[in-house]
């Protein structure tokens, strides 16, 4: 007991600073790639490296609108080894509340061989379109950790309490959300706790291409939370289905099934990426009449 | 090709054995031999592997080649751990009516296997126990997703179907209790029906296969280099070990073999993969019998490998890492000695983590004679990797079949016979010791060269068996080349769609409490099994 004890000592403080300083991330670690849109030639090489689509392009009347769908994105790095105008950031925070807030896109004149080089229009948001950066550098961290308390003090009237569930992932997304239960991210300090049932859950956070097999029990889960709730797409694959898509046995992302409240891009999202989604998705609550019950006694 | 010796005698014996009825021998590699032969002598082969050689039935699965010789093939994959060998015993099955006489009465291990290949092909497999559907629910409508005449991105329609028969015990006091697909914990899904009397489980029953994702169809549709980052998401705790055993699987069918720099690093990862993995699991075991400090200090030394691993490879889970014909990125001495100076203090700290655990008696008491997986039903079930080797199974792909670097280092492999939860967790402490050892004479002997020689295009109508000893058990990926630098076929073989099985037997008489330690003590990958 009392060795314990001692090794508790120790061992000291080891949690992280996040969201108060930056994330603990390594200079070398792939997060979202950054593309220099205005020098770009040709998008076709990081197109047929990408193993998921997630840069794409469409030709069409001498012209080529050009995609990059962080929903999509592994962060394999790939597109950069093929495109010099392509860059790998560390930067892992990338939740965001709309799907369309995930894809950048931009517009080029075809040349005659095929590549592109006069930037017709600006980089934008395809969907919808705006001359913006992503949203995740908008938000302020700090900012977003205020919004927590006060939202969930105001929509909860208590805590954040949140169910897993894995509705087809590869159980990487799994081991990082563990990650949150462990002294290094603690995210009870947030008065944020994993609980055991859908009936105890303010926030549904799901991982996974929404497998066939899977599907009915999803929506049962859903269903069975009290309103108002929150739904979290985690991972590439929960995002937008991922490198699986979809197929004879996979339904594609999380909002082919439910409706999502925030995406966490990543494959898989480190911890501060999920603690930042997390956060996210709890600046976005908005009572739904529907689903608005009077809280448990 | 010539053959290892030891296969050598095992094909001439074959030979004396069979005769003609070996149609066709195939030896596209030393430790690698096919024999084709009639379907109703699988299971003569496989006495006669099993009894004379010591083969063990590592692997069953089958193609669809009615486009090229009009029928569909089954292979059944025979590790001679001994002999450093692999036989694959091939045998056809008509393209009308399929049917094949099913082995699971004598092999227990090959129950789902059959069942998988019934679902996805169509092929009826003739006497087998339990022939219900696995991998397609009973809402699935009749289809063979493996066939090459479905195609990968069809939408099927929804299907009521059958309901799922669930096995009761009756009789006074029996109580049964469902669990999952969802779970209280974060882990996978799948569901456990238990029959009770008052505490001790009478029988559980088994569901697997909620996050079967088609992978083995997509492998199919995908070029090679994609096939590289699927492989990866095959069970994300595992992603370097399967990425791996299939860049070797693509480099054995090209010939082509990764230069002795790019075999190292793949050795330090695999390491750094057991090592993320067994601290963690040995956290989770103490945490599910409530010793939440130990499971901390566990966590918190997985952090720090997973941080190491991001700065090696860029990725925490070592994604991106793995491309056929070695790796992606070499490790500068600054990041060799991040390796050795994480070795140490994992070392230091995970003995400090070992004496606390192994102290307290409170939780060895639970971890004591809990979930018993005795030997022979061990050896029954085929129970392979660090399961096995709580309950006798002395084998490792690292020893018995040397891949990436490990013939150029020395360790021992531990094993126990004991086979209750505390020796599964010894095992994995046994084989961190083990560990830290491999990656240290690694880093001493790490050649200098490239880390990456290009495979080039595959040419069509190659077979190969890539392997890799995961963290948890054997990974076996084999592959059949198309034209076009693509698969015909790819069978992933996790070592957690064997082991499954071994949960339903050691519960038995156990109380339900101690499931959830049960369960974590093997760590199974449903998303490997399910695929």
Redo the contacts between chains.
């Keep these: 007991m009392f ?2 004890i001692r ?2 000592l120790k ?1 000291g403080i ?1 949690t992280t600073r996040y969201p108060a300083a930056p994330p ?3 200079s ?3 997060g979202r790639p950054e593309i220099d849109w205005a020098h770009w030639k040709d998008a076709r090489p990081a197109a047929a ?1 990408c ?2 689509g997630a840069i794409s392009f469409e030709d069409a009347n001498g012209g080529r609108l050009v995609r990059l769908d962080l929903a999509k994105c ?5 597109c950069a080894e093929a495109a010099p105008e392509i860059r ?1 950031t560390n930067i892992c925070l990338c939740a965001a509340r709309q799907r369309g807030d995930l894809v950048a896109g931009a517009r080029y004149r075809l040349n005659n061989d095929a590549s592109h080089e006069r930037l017709v229009a600006p980089p934008a948001r395809a969907t919808p379109a705006r001359d913006e950066p992503f949203p995740a550098e908008r938000q302020s961290l700090e900012a977003l950790g205020l919004e927590l308390q006060e939202r969930a003090a105001k929509m909860f009237g208590r805590s954040l309490h949140i169910r ?16 949150l ?4 991210y603690d995210i009870e300090r947030f008065g944020i706790h ?1 609980v ?3 009936r105890h859950a303010d926030l549904l956070l799901v991982t ?2 929404v ?4 599907e ?2 999803l929506r049962k ?1 859903y269903e069975a939370m009290p309103g108002p709730r929150l739904v979290a797409a985690v991972g590439a ?1 929960g995002c937008s289905g ?9 339904c594609g992302g999380v909002d082919s099934v439910l409706p999502v409240d925030v995406y966490i891009p990543g ?2 999202p ?1 911890p501060h990426a999920l603690l930042h989604g997390i956060l996210t998705a709890i600046g976005r609550i908005q009572p739904d009449p529907a689903t608005l019950r009077p809280p448990a006694a | 090709m010539t053959l290892l010796p030891g296969l050598q005698v095992v094909l001439d014996e074959l030979t004396r054995r069979f005769g003609a009825e070996i149609e066709e021998v195939r030896a596209p590699r030393p430790n690698e031999l096919y024999l084709h032969t009639r379907p109703e002598l699988a299971g003569a082969f496989c006495s006669a592997l099993y009894k004379k050689h010591n083969g063990r039935l590592a692997g069953l699965f089958a193609e669809d080649a009615r486009a090229g010789e009009n029928v569909f093939l089954v292979y059944y994959l025979y590790a001679l751990d001994s002999l450093h060998g692999f036989v694959l015993v091939r045998v056809p099955v008509p393209r009308d009516n399929p049917e094949l006489l099913s082995l699971t009465n004598a092999v227990h291990a090959v129950n789902w296997q059959e069942r998988e290949i019934q679902d996805l092909f169509g092929i009826k497999l003739i006497g087998h126990p339990n022939p219900n559907r696995c991998v397609l ?1 009973d ?2 409508p009749e ?1 063979c ?1 493996l066939r090459k005449d ?7 329609p929804p299907f009521s179907g059958v309901r799922h028969k669930f096995r009761r015990v009756e009789g006074e006091g029996v109580f049964q209790v469902p669990v999952g ?2 779970h ?6 799948g569901h456990f029906l238990f029959s009770v009397a008052g505490e001790p489980v009478l029988y559980l029953q088994l569901r697997m ?7 083995e ?2 492998f199919e549709t ?1 070029p090679i ?2 096939g590289v ?2 492989a990866e ?5 595992s ?1 370097f070990g399967h990425a791996t055993a299939f860049c070797h699987a693509l480099e054995r069918a090209a010939g082509r073999p990764a230069p002795p720099r790019a075999r190292a690093l793949r050795t330090l990862c695999l390491e750094l993969e057991r090592l993320y993995n067994h601290v ?1 699991d040995i956290g989770a075991i103490c945490n599910d019998v409530a010793f939440v ?1 130990a499971n ?2 566990a ?2 030394l ?2 720090s490998v ?2 190491l691993n ?3 490879t ?4 070592l ?2 890492m793995a491309c056929p014909g070695g790796v992606r990125f070499d490790f500068d001495a600054g990041q060799l000695r991040a390796l050795a100076a994480l070795v140490d203090q994992f070392e230091k700290q995970s003995a ?1 983590l070992t004496e ?1 655990i192994r ?1 307290n008696s409170g939780a060895r008491d639970r971890f004591e004679t809990t979930g018993v997986l005795k030997p022979e039903v061990a050896a029954n079930l085929g129970i392979v990797g660090l399961a096995g080797r709580a309950s006798g199974f002395d084998h490792d792909l690292r020893r018995d079949f040397p891949h990436a670097f490990y013939d150029q280092v020395r360790f021992t492999v531990p094993v126990f016979t004991e086979g209750d939860v505390r020796h599964r967790m010894v095992v994995r402490r046994e084989e961190l010791v083990q560990s830290f050892g491999i990656i240290r004479q690694v880093l001493d002997k790490l050649p200098p060269g490239a880390i990456a020689a290009p495979i080039g295009e595959i040419p069509p109508g190659c077979v190969a068996l890539g392997y890799v000893e995961g963290w948890r058990g054997e990974i076996f990926h084999w592959i059949h080349t198309a034209p076009g630098n693509r698969l015909a076929r790819c069978k992933i073989k996790d070592p957690s769609l064997q082991n499954w099985p071994a949960l339903a037997e050691v519960i038995l008489g156990n109380i339900i409490p101690d499931f959830p330690v049960v369960n974590k003590s093997f760590n199974l ?3 490997g099994t ?1 695929r």
Aim: proline letters at 7%.
């Design positions: 060795d314990i090794q508790s061992t080891v603990e991330v390594s070398r670690a792939r490296v193993p998921t592994v962060f394999c790095g790939l790998m897993q569930v894995d509705a087809g992932s590869c159980n990487g997304c799994e081991v990082e959300i563990n990650g239960n462990s002294p290094v994993f055991a049932s859908p996974g291409p497998t066939r097999n899977m009915l029990a889960t694959c991922g490198i699986f898509g979809q197929n004879y046995a996979t494959c898989p480190n | 629910h809402d699935w289809v997703p479905f195609p990968a991105r069809a939408q099927l697909p969802v209280a914990g974060i882990i996978e899904p296969f909620y996050v079967h994702k088609g992978i169809k997509l995908l280099a994609h980052r699927l998401s095959i069970s994300g705790d992603s963690a400090t901390m200090h966590m918190r997985k952090e997973l941080r991001e700065d090696l860029g990725n925490r889970l994604r991106g400090e606390m102290s990958s449903y998303s399910d």
